[in-house]
């Protein structure tokens, strides 16, 4: 059984970085064919692709969030990172991981989930 975990702060002020962990058990994040992604849906709107992480190491973002993203991984610990700079109150949303078994752009193409974590940035 696949599970994955989200963990970080709650409240971000604006200007800083937001930091989130995501736990992944039941699954290898170098296993063979395995993506692993950051997700965000902003309050009243849809989900928003933010980048991911593949099994060798590759990263590839939303063009739109590139420059302010960082995605990484601890093998030893099984963690996926996600580090967001410059945060706004535009950047307030509930964060995701996810995994798919393909590269992928579309969040639909991503099969297990976290169950997401709320992030607000506000002063």
């Known amino acids: 059984q696949v599970e994955l975990r989200e963990s970080g702060p709650g409240l971000v002020k604006p200007s800083q970085t937001l930091s989130l962990a995501c736990t992944v058990s039941?699954?290898?994040?170098?296993?063979?064919?395995?993506?692993w992604a950051w997700i965000r849906q902003p309050p009243g709107k849809g989900l928003e692709w933010i980048g991911t992480?593949?099994?060798?190491?590759?990263?590839y973002y939303n063009p739109s969030l590139k420059i302010r993203t960082s995605i990484s991984t601890d093998t030893s610990k099984n963690v996926i990172s996600l580090h967001l700079n410059s945060v706004t109150p535009e950047d307030t949303a509930v964060y995701f991981c996810?995994?798919?078994?393909?590269?992928?752009?579309?969040?639909?193409?991503?099969?297990?989930w976290g169950q997401g974590t709320q992030v607000t940035v506000s002063a």
């Open positions: 996810a995994r798919a078994t393909q590269r992928a752009t579309q969040v639909d193409e991503y099969d297990y």
């Open positions: 039941g699954d290898s994040l170098t296993a063979n064919r395995n993506y």
């Open positions: 992480i593949g099994y060798s190491g590759a990263t």
